[in-house]
């Protein structure tokens, strides 16, 4: 079950490379920008900016979930996600987000784009959600890559047994490692799950040797303070294999569809992080002897 695929992706490891979004994942972070990949079943998304009011979803609805003042209006907590107001929705305003692939049919979109991985030296990159969250059809789809000699990047959250993960390791040239906070009890009140486990295959992941970047998001006022930075900074400093660390700041680009979904985004109006608290950041890992990538990146 897969939601997106982004092509001519550029921060989503080395070249240019194809982003396959998962659905599915095992934490709810607060600053998810892709809240569509929190759940693995398929979603209903409702745009209102592009309804065009010819009501065909008001008369289709089977659960009377939809209702007309001023425009169409969704009651989320009837909604079941038929998606048969999406088949109907002419103009595209509701439409049900994810798909089922077979890892086939999901390599042969990817091997359209093998010319531009052969010009830059990159490749593929599974994201989501959480990749893991769906290993058997991870293992299936990189299996055919590696037969196609194409690079395979996987973005990861860690919080998987480490059976998994090690099942993958023959088959992934890059981990995308998700580092966010290194209190225990605010990693479970802003990602819903402990750290114990993520912290765990951190640690394993780098001592058989894999290519490893640590990625973390810089949350204002969640995890961008010194105590939280210096405690995950002399974490990675201590790790036998680790070929960098980027900072991902925080940005908005998520918090409209949180409404079209029928979620609640719990950050309000936060801002992102200034270049300044990016560059502090750097600054502080740098100390640490750390290789920082730097780049323009999202909070996944």
Not at 52 to 67: F, G, N, V, W, Y
Not at 173 to 186: E, I, R, S, T
Request: glycine share 8%; hydrophobic share 35%; proline share 4%.
């Amino acid at each position: 079950m897969i939601f997106d695929i982004k092509r001519y992706a550029i921060n989503d490891g080395p070249g240019i490379r194809t982003a396959v979004f998962f659905k599915g994942c095992p934490l709810a972070c607060w600053w998810c920008h892709n809240p569509e990949s929190q759940s693995i079943q398929p979603q209903l998304i409702f745009r209102v900016n592009r309804c065009k009011s010819s009501k065909e979803c008001l008369e289709i609805c089977p659960q009377d979930a939809i209702t007309w003042k001023n425009g169409s209006v969704t009651d989320w907590v009837k909604c079941d996600d038929c998606g048969r107001c999406a088949d109907v929705c002419y103009a595209g305003a509701r439409e049900l987000v994810g798909r089922q692939v077979t890892a086939n049919e999901l390599v042969e979109e990817i091997k359209r784009d093998i010319p531009f991985y052969d010009q830059s030296c990159g490749g593929v990159t599974f994201t989501g959600g959480e990749p893991l969250y769906q290993k058997e059809f991870l293992v299936d789809t990189l299996l055919i890559c590696k037969e196609n000699n194409i690079h395979t990047a996987v973005d990861t959250c860690g919080h998987s047994s480490w059976e998994n993960m090690k099942s993958i390791l023959p088959l992934v040239d890059l981990f995308l490692y998700d580092l966010k906070l290194m209190d225990a009890n605010k990693h479970i009140q802003y990602t819903g799950v402990t750290n114990r486990l993520i912290l765990a295959n951190l640690q394993k992941l780098s001592e058989t040797g894999a290519h490893i970047i640590v990625r973390i998001p810089l949350i204002p006022g969640i995890n961008d303070d010194d105590e939280n930075l210096d405690l995950c900074a002399a974490l990675l400093s201590k790790l036998t294999s680790l070929d960098g660390v980027a900072v991902m700041p925080y940005h908005d680009i998520g918090v409209g569809k949180y409404l079209a979904l029928g979620m609640t985004n719990k950050l309000g109006d936060t801002k992102s992080p200034t270049k300044g608290q990016v560059d502090h950041v750097e600054e502080l890992f740098s100390k640490y002897h750390l290789p920082v990538i730097k780049q323009s990146g999202r909070a996944v």
